[in-house]
């Protein structure tokens, strides 16, 4: 066995290129000298003394090889010398290393970028201990699904905790928003209800002092470590201080370590709260609700037992739940998937496309290394025939390809680093867990991986498809080897491009649905700001004074505006009808309709007569309508104990514009004060005034009603659609990007063929030229052959894209999977794309000279 | 990479073994006397060419069994002179061990009685 030393001596001997063999030789000669002078002494002449010795000792040459072989490692000492001269080669081509480089550079920079977001976002674990034993649990509807989802109540929480063996430390949680008002600015946080088992389920103490306990007080709070810094100047004597939130002052009972998240924020809804310090929660005090049996819980995590499947703990949970309310499904999803779910399937897309744009790029620059190696076949052949073996040939083909895809991946690395930042920051706002984002040792290894990999075969396949008695043959350089494969590539190219651009269309297409999609409501001229009001009386008199804002047309308070996602529903019964049904609750004062553009069908909206001592009037849109009462005139039914209907008004989109509307009950703010508190309030301002000057007005307003009433998050309501829609625009102009690349990539890759058929058919063409073939006649010979590729990548391109788009189903909207017109509008486009690339090598063929050709031989 | 005969690796191993014990026998020796002797004690068997054997010192001298420094042969050539190291020494009594014990099992397999 070799030792480590025997290596390393190599290893130097190999590393010192400059070094010298005159000592072996010396060595060789000084054997060969001592055999001559044994020969002579034995009598021999020295013409045969010399002969002698060479006979005994053996050759010189081959010895001295062999020791050179020995002294170094001779692959890596040759490997050293193929990369030289790919250098060398690469640097004499710079259009092609800079075209080979460049599409690799964009390649692996998209997927570096996004293998970035998808380590951080979807693979990299939670951080607590054994994160995937922690569980959300919920409970449906199990009849109908498409309906609001049921709740989890209080005597499902206490017969879970009683009798469940598979799921432990189950805690209820409700995240709300209060305002600090100790500080100088009032500051509005993230606040969440929970009971005390929350902290076991995620298995995180407290870094000072300690979580929550069973038998705290409601005005116990934990808070976080960044919360503690900015407010309480880490004081680490925090312990026993106080905080005032809404009024209520809370005693601190324990600071959380620094990156302690819960719960994690889905992205775009941090907008909800309209929080100051992103969507991270700051508080964590008491459940203080009383819990009833029949009280709603709105959402349990636990943490399952070891080995308990998730599969075995929504059996046990459902059965116990249905031991209470028969019909009912439990779902228990682990939080990672409550985290990241719903950005799994885009994110996926992402990489699937920034992958083909990767394919794209490879086949683009094994396309120029096998047109460089068909022109440079004559060469090989002639190295091959003086001996040098074809693993010697492949190798120097590796070592090109090596070459490229490592200055591509230096440059990818430095797309990725420099597009990451943006990226991060546009997509912090969408994508949860975006603070762990970055480049780690998964994304360096793909990196590594693929570099290594496209390397690899850049080398072998030109390399090993030397036919050497072919090329050996051809005087002429290069007599097209390889045509096929290379014909191929670039079929794959443009069929990649094709996919890449269905999907972006597609997308394009949904965005642009989304816009047009009817919201029922009007966004353009609306100002919506966020103000936490104290009572009934004062929101009517925000109400009153800012209607009085000259140019305000109307203006009224909503619990949640529309496209704000998390619905506050719940059960209703209609007197004289049986069963129960569900719909989405808004609480509203009586301009909100006009203030929003939302029509009035039928009957009439709140009026100041709807107060706390009147009788409970309702409105429900067109969609309780249809559903509930679509027999019968809806104006003067009673919901039981909630009120009579007085009004219907138009749909509204109020989970998203791609959602349908559903069943809707609007309450007026005056006589359900509490629920709006325990909601929040958005203050929603219709008027022909700029909205700088809006805003500020409003602000005066609200201080003239209660100078210590804060305004927050003041926005159009465009911004609000806007927003929501946020996810989607980057994901089309992601794609966008990516299907951009690949065209430009394709395109490159369609020119770079036929420029080379026309290098390689000069002299054909030149004999056509000269035998009487019209310039026309030579450009249609090389347009066609390049309409013939973009033809053939088109047809493979739709045959893939059929196969592809089906994943992209989930984030469609008004638009087919296979949707015929993106399909022929990115075909036209294709095919343009594939001509224009074209036009510059048939130019070219066209103004060739025959009579130069025809002397070049 | 070297082009292996199949059988080099057995050969290998015993040329290494006989060159460290040629070194132990004659002291330090240049490359021919110890060829020289192979031959001799093999009578004649064991002809090695330059091509073999300076690639074998050379391989044992990485492996850091011998040492080999210039000289002057008696009759004024200046040649490489090879001698054993104290790690050379341990691995001729290794090797050694190892060949008779080898040979004796192959000995007994071939001699069998059945």
Redesign the interface.
Same mark, same amino acid.
């Given at each position: 066995m070799?030792?480590l &030393?025997?290596w390393f001596? !190599?290893l130097w001997h190999t590393l010192r290129p400059s070094h010298r063999d005159a000592d $072996?030789e /010396?060595? @060789?000669r000084?054997? $060969? *000298? @001592? *055999?001559e /002078? /044994?020969a002579r002494g034995r009598g021999v002449a020295p013409d045969a003394a010399r002969r002698a010795a060479i006979l &005994? *000792?053996?050759? @010189?040459a081959?010895?001295l090889d *062999?020791?050179r072989?020995? !002294?170094r490692l001779?692959?890596m000492a040759d490997f050293g010398v193929d990369l030289r001269r790919a250098f060398r080669t690469l640097v004499h081509h710079p259009g092609f290393a800079a075209t080979a480089v460049l599409s690799l550079a964009l390649g692996i920079g998209a997927n570096t970028a996004i293998v970035s977001v998808v380590s951080g976002v979807l693979l990299r674990p939670l951080p607590f201990p054994h994160p995937d034993e922690i569980v959300q649990v919920s409970v449906m509807n199990a009849s109908d699904p498409r309906l609001p989802a049921q709740y989890v109540t209080g005597a499902d929480l206490t017969a879970w905790r009683t009798h469940a063996r598979s799921v432990r430390a189950l805690a209820a949680f409700l995240v709300t928003s209060r305002t600090l008002q100790d500080g100088v600015e009032p500051e509005r946080l993230a606040v969440v209800e929970t009971q005390a088992p929350l902290f076991a389920a995620l298995g995180t103490h407290a870094a000072i002092g300690r979580t929550l306990r069973d038998d705290d007080a409601p005005d116990a709070a934990v808070i976080s470590a960044g919360l503690w810094q900015r407010h309480f100047s880490s004081d680490p004597t925090i312990v026993g201080r106080r905080l005032t939130l809404d009024g209520q002052s809370f005693i601190v009972v324990g600071v959380m370590p620094h990156g302690f998240q819960f719960p994690y924020p889905r992205g775009a809804s941090a907008d909800l709260w309209s929080l100051d310090n992103g969507a991270s929660t700051d508080v964590w005090v008491p459940w203080s609700r009383r819990l009833s049996d029949q009280g709603r819980v709105d959402s349990v995590i636990g943490r399952r037992q070891h080995g308990a499947s998730i599969d075995a703990a929504r059996v046990e949970l459902t059965a116990i739940a249905n031991g209470l309310v028969a019909g009912r499904h439990v779902n228990v999803v682990p939080l990672s998937d409550v985290v990241a779910g719903h950005v799994r399937l885009p994110l996926l897309v992402l990489l699937g496309a920034s992958g083909l744009v990767l394919l794209t790029a490879c086949a683009n620059v094994a396309n120029l290394l096998l047109a460089r190696a068909a022109s440079r076949a004559h060469e090989t052949a002639v190295r091959a025939a003086l001996g040098a073996s074809r693993w010697r040939l492949v190798r120097q083909h590796v070592a090109e390809g090596l070459l490229l895809s490592g200055a591509g991946g230096v440059c990818g690395l430095l797309v990725a680093v420099a597009a990451m930042p943006p990226l991060v920051a546009i997509a912090g706002s969408y994508l949860p867990r975006a603070t762990d984002i970055g480049l780690d040792w998964r994304v360096l290894a793909v990196l590594a991986g693929v570099c290594l990999a496209a390397g690899v075969v850049f080398g072998v396949v030109p390399g090993a498809r030397v036919d050497l008695e072919r090329d050996m043959k051809s005087g002429e350089r290069g007599n097209a080897p390889h045509g096929r494969v290379r014909d191929g590539l670039v079929v794959a190219e443009v069929a990649l491009a094709f996919a890449l651009l269905v999907g972006a269309g597609l997308l394009l297409r949904t965005f642009v649905n989304l816009r047009h999609a009817p919201s029922g409501f009007d966004a353009a001229g609306v100002l919506t700001a966020h103000i936490a009001v104290a009572n009934a009386d004062e929101s009517a008199a925000i109400d009153a004074r800012v209607r009085s804002i000259p140019g305000v047309q109307a203006a009224g308070f909503v619990s949640l505006l529309p496209l704000q996602e998390s619905g506050w529903f719940g059960r209703f019964a209609i007197d004289g009808r049986d069963g129960m049904g569900s719909a989405e609750f808004r609480y509203v004062t009586p301009g909100y309709f006009r203030a929003m553009g939302i029509p009035i069908t039928r009957g009439r909206t709140f009026t100041t007569a709807d107060r706390a001592d009147a009788a409970l009037a309702l409105v429900v849109n067109d969609a309780f309508v249809r559903q509930y009462l679509p027999d019968v005139d809806p104006i003067g039914r009673v919901l039981h104990d909630r009120g009579e209907i007085v009004g219907v008004v138009g749909d509204v989109r109020q989970v998203g514009l791609d959602e349908s509307p559903v069943p809707e009950i609007y309450y007026p703010v005056a006589q359900n004060f509490a629920q709006l508190s325990s909601v929040g309030s958005t203050l929603v301002v219709r008027s022909d005034q700029p909205f700088p000057w809006l805003a500020d007005a409003i602000r005066a307003a609200v201080r003239d009603v209660n100078p210590h009433q804060a305004t927050f998050r003041v926005e159009p309501m465009t911004d609000v659609v806007a927003a929501s829609m946020g996810d989607r625009t980057l994901y089309v102009s992601l794609l966008g990007i990516f299907a951009i690349i690949g065209t430009a990539v394709a395109a490159a890759g369609v020119h770079a063929v036929i420029a080379y058929l026309v290098a390689t058919r000069t002299r054909e063409i030149g004999i056509r030229l000269a035998l009487g073939a019209t310039t026309g006649d030579v450009r249609r010979l090389i347009m066609r052959r390049g309409a013939a590729l973009v033809a053939v990548g088109l047809a493979a391109g739709g045959v893939a894209a059929l196969l592809l788009t089906r994943f992209l189903q989930g984030a469609l909207f008004g638009v087919a999977a296979i949707d015929p017109l993106t399909f022929a509008g990115v075909a036209v486009l294709l095919a343009l794309v594939g001509l224009v690339a074209s036009v510059g090598p048939a130019e070219r063929a066209a103004r060739i000279d025959p009579a130069v050709t025809m002397r070049i031989e | 990479m070297a082009n292996a005969a199949p059988k080099t690796d057995v050969l290998q191993g015993t040329l290494d073994l006989m060159v460290l014990r040629t070194l132990e026998a004659l002291g330090p020796s240049h490359g021919y006397t110890v060829a020289g002797r192979i031959e001799q004690i093999s009578s004649g068997a064991v002809q090695l060419n330059m091509g073999t054997l300076y690639p074998a010192l050379m391989r044992l001298e990485q492996r850091g069994f011998i040492r080999g420094d210039w000289g002057v042969t008696e009759n004024n050539r200046r040649a490489r002179f090879y001698r054993l190291t104290a790690a050379g020494r341990r691995q001729l009594a290794a090797e050694t061990a190892e060949w008779e014990r080898m040979a004796a099992i192959m000995h007994s397999l071939l001699h069998q009685q059945g």
């Open positions: 070799p030792t &030393r025997e001596s !190599r $072996l /010396d060595e @060789l000084a054997h $060969l *000298a @001592l *055999a /002078d /044994d &005994r *000792a053996g050759p @010189l081959p010895a *062999a020791m072989d020995q !002294r001779p692959w | -």
